[in-house]
């Protein structure tokens, strides 16, 4: 069975400090890919990044940032000064052909910037 | 380009109430499409998906139900709403089954079951 776990519920932080999100994922398959989804206040979740296994190279887009690393099966998120608009839930998730090509989602960690 | 539509954007309805959301997708053919629900304060459960006109998967035995009728849209349904049906609904869609394809959500629809 695939799961993907966020163990923090929510986070608050004050504007400009950096932060990071945790998510670990379990699943048996080799070949397996890796999202990060915002969700803002208005609801619809937005995309974020994909990663394949395969991949394991480090990424950076502008303050985000993603250390993704098949040895402890995590795929953090980092957001380097924050501001207030980052403040959001944010889903981590999990899609591989094992599951039908479905994606497992965790629970979601919300981020709130305060300024 | 790809949009996705949902309505209506909130819902209040009573106990027992029939249920009706719906959803399209333009600029796509034959997309996957899927029905997430949100409880508040939750993560997202995914409630049916669909591969095909007329081809609906359930996730979870409930009373809600779901229909295809054209490519892109998507309807759910319920009979008698409960008041745990309350949530937030989320339509997403695809290009294929494939699991590195993204998901792209619609904007969703609050329900309140009173």
């Known amino acids: 069975a695939q799961k993907v776990t966020q163990a923090q519920t929510e986070i608050s932080v004050v504007e400009k400090e950096d932060v990071t999100l945790d998510c670990v994922y379990e699943?048996?398959?080799?070949?397996?890919?890796l999202f990060w989804y915002k969700q803002p206040p208005s609801g619809e979740l937005v995309f974020l990044i994909r990663?394949?296994?395969?991949?394991?190279q480090n990424e950076i887009s502008g303050r985000y940032s993603w250390n993704f690393q098949k040895s402890t099966s995590s795929f953090n998120f980092t957001i380097t000064a924050s501001q207030v608009v980052d403040s959001a839930v944010y889903f981590c998730?999990?899609?591989?052909?094992?599951?039908?090509?479905?994606?497992?989602f965790g629970d979601g960690t919300t981020l709130t910037v305060k300024p | 380009s790809q949009t996705i539509h949902q309505w209506p954007a909130t819902l209040v309805q009573p106990v027992g109430s029939p249920l009706s959301l719906e959803c399209t997708v333009e600029g796509t053919s034959n997309p996957n499409l899927y029905w997430y629900r949100q409880a508040a304060g939750r993560g997202l459960q995914l409630l049916f998906y669909?591969?095909?006109?007329?081809?609906i998967s359930s996730e979870v035995p409930q009373n809600l139900s779901a229909s295809r009728p054209q490519d892109r849209q998507f309807i759910l349904s319920s009979k008698k709403l409960l008041l745990s049906d309350s949530g937030f609904y989320l339509c997403a869609w695809r290009p294929g089954g494939r699991p590195q394809e993204t998901q792209y959500f619609g904007p969703g629809t609050r329900l309140l079951v009173l």
């Open positions: 998730a999990l899609g591989s052909y094992t599951n039908a090509g479905k994606s497992t």
């Open positions: 699943t048996r398959d080799t070949t397996y890919y």
């Open positions: 669909s591969v095909g006109i007329g081809q």
């Open positions: 990663r394949n296994s395969f991949d394991e």
